[in-house]
Nanobody, 121 residues
């Protein structure tokens, strides 16, 4: 069974640093784009960043210059390095990936369970 397992969330002070990880577990034959989304209380889930298999990266404007998305294809893991976070970055962060499971035959969207990030002094 394919799953995305997130880790690294917690409490961080404004201006500090935090790194989120998203690891793919299970037998897969293809791993496409990987994204981070977030959902703050009372708000809709929003897209944060994307990294392609080849390493191309895209960011929502509010995190450009502060967050860095990366991936290690050998480890089937994506990361979100959060530098200089702000209180408005407080949210549950979700990992998303497009994956072809072993015997799956097609690429399917997968989501992680979410990890809480709280930015506060």
């Amino acid at each position: 069974q394919v799953q995305l397992v997130e880790s690294g969330g917690g409490l961080v002070q404004p201006g500090g640093s935090l790194r989120l990880s998203c690891a793919v577990s299970g037998n897969i034959v293809g791993l496409g784009d990987m994204d981070w989304y977030r959902q703050a209380p009372g708000k809709q889930r929003e897209w944060v960043a994307r990294v392609s298999r080849g390493g191309d990266r895209w960011y929502t404007d509010s995190v450009k210059g502060r967050f860095t998305i990366s991936r290690d294809n050998a480890k089937k893991t994506a990361y979100l390095q959060m530098d200089s976070p702000k209180p408005e970055d407080t949210a549950v962060y979700y990992c998303h990936a497009v994956i072809m499971a072993l015997y799956g035959g097609t690429y399917v969207n997968y989501w992680g369970q979410g990890t809480q990030v709280t930015v506060s002094s």
